[in-house]
């Protein structure tokens, strides 16, 4: 942790000493365009303000999210709810390099306290993949941890402009995927290492408008947005680079809840293209549908975004919380067992049938938009029955979304790309765009099938499940790996049970539907030997016993499956942040704030008086605790 003092950048800071240890990725440009920028920070925090309080007034009138007034205006732009459901708008073309988009690896571009030759593989493992486009993540899958977010930035920009450390890495990975294929499929799987480096896509997923920067803060102490740190510092750092590749500046938007957001992001990226001499309309983006309530506003956001705009994400886990927290004052909501709620599942089977009627309703060009399927988060790693049946599986889910008309799919290990691409090869088209659905509705029927639970499990099995995976995440979040392969503590050793990819959103929606089940009086649908029956409700007792049991098992578990090293550090860190956040009264909008309070920080005690701090906070007024408090 550096301990020098900030250094000025005009009226905002950087920590201690980054601006000189990092003074590639904090270049002049890039300070430049984060000071013209910095004034869009004041809005974001008020539509922030905003996301709580309406948060806080549903809960208040017991009220469910509902679709806008067709008349209102979207903030930030001259055109109303209706235009936007008509596609009265000026949408984006589709860039020649997103045309084709079957499968997009998602994954960090760094590793925690790794050298940089080290840390470049991941970026190597990506580009030589085979995947169609890669999601360099900044966000849900990036460890946090130190200077992580800037190591990611500079791996980034070592790999797209070409620099002979990242060439000489990879040849090296693309000799060893080359190993892995030949045993795995037989044949090699990178024929030329030097060209397949330009196969894919590059795409960078900033931090959503909910976070604070860790490195950055304005001038005074408070915190600075993630969202506009990351942006800058990708575009600002890549753009001459990509496009002399003649190759799309794409980002990924995360955690929009409503148009008057994405609207927002519209000016934010607006501005920087003007600062660089852009055309509006040159960086594309896609949204990630991960909150229920943009469930209820596609088209707006569609249409705030504009000639950004070019498809839209369905993911499963971020979604599944989204549709719990703006549940939790209602008891008769109650999530079932996790592994129940697939993306044929009630108030999902809704939420993705809407996302591809959105894609394909035309702008006022014809001009239709992507939907990029969901995540498959299976590793073939294990016994081989156990991989065998993963896979089976993977490809089972990817046909199924080809078939429902998604132009492609996320995979979150490279070694998955050659097995789920082969569904969208066979099926031969570049994309799916301008397939016929039904047109979109906004009727009462279409805003209940948006919460539509069916019956399912609630057990104790599925408890277990919930509590160690959610530990054990939040142990490898604080270790700086925020997406980690994890099993429930039962099955470790087990090698026909796969290791799962989990990041951030799993981790969090285990302690989601955890809270439901113990704040709402779950029932559990069947009995159990620790002597629960069918019937039962979900006790503070019950969770009480079972969180030490889990956690028990996690200490007494070997290195492979928890490292020796987090046991009387992290790891007990992450129980307390699982029993604060299922305890709370009052839910708590982000377990990412928890996480990111305690993170760098190995005291117990600490760690716990932050996390009262967080609670109190947020129980007074509504307020979260979002900067770093190690700055």
Known sequence: MATTSPTPTGDLEIRGNLAAQYRDVYTDEALAALRALAHFDADRRAVMACRIQRRADRARKHERIAFLDPAARIP????????????????????????????????????????????????????????????????????????????????????????????????????????WGQKFFGRPIVADWKRQLGFATKIFRARGLHLDDRQIRHAGGAGFSASIADTVLYVVNNHDALRRDGASIVLYLPKIQTAEEAALWNDILAALEQHLGLAVGTIKVYVLVEQVEACFQLMEIRAALGLHFVGFNTGRWDYINSVADAMAWDPAFVNPNIDAITMTYGYMRHYEDRVRRAVNTPDRHGRFALWQGGMEPNIPVG????????????????????????????????????????????????????????????????????????????????????????????????????????????????????????DMATGEIRMSILWEWLHKGGTLTAGDPIGVKDGDRFTPDLFARLLEEEYGKLRRAGNRDVHDNSKDTTLPIARAIVDAYVRSGEKLPWAIDLLNITLGNHDLAEAERRIRALEEAFKIDGTRLTENPDF
């Open 76 to 179: 930030r732009t001259n055109l109303t709810a209706q235009d936007a459901r008509d596609g009265k708008f000026d949408g984006s073309e589709i860039p020649h390099d997103l045309r084709r988009q079957w499968i997009q690896g998602t994954g960090p571009a760094a590793r925690p306290d790794t050298p940089v030759d080290k840390s470049l593989r991941n970026v190597a493992y990506a580009l030589l993949s085979g995947a169609d486009g890669w999601m360099f993540d900044g966000e849900d899958a990036l460890g946090q941890v130190s200077t992580m977010s800037l190591d990611n930035q500079r791996n980034l920009k070592l790999a797209i402009h070409k620099d002979p450390l990242f060439l000489k890495v990879a040849e090296q990975v693309a000799r060893e995927m080359n190993a």
């Open 383 to 502: 016994s081989e029955a156990g991989v065998t049946e993963g896979m089976k599986r993977a490809v089972a889910g990817a046909t199924r979304e080809q078939q429902a008309g998604a132009s492609g799919k996320w995979v979150a290990h490279w070694k998955m790309v050659h097995i789920v691409r082969p569904v969208w090869e066979k099926a031969g088209e570049e994309n799916q765009l301008g397939r016929t659905f039904p047109p979109l509705g906004y009727t009462p029927a279409e805003a209940d099938g948006l919460f539509l639970l069916e019956p399912a499990p609630r057990t104790i099995r599925g408890a277990r499940d919930l509590l160690s995976v959610a530990i054990q995440y939040g142990n490898a979040f604080g270790q700086g790996m925020q997406a980690a392969a994890l099993k429930p503590a039962d099955f470790f050793g087990n090698e026909d049970v796969l290791y799962l990819m989990e």
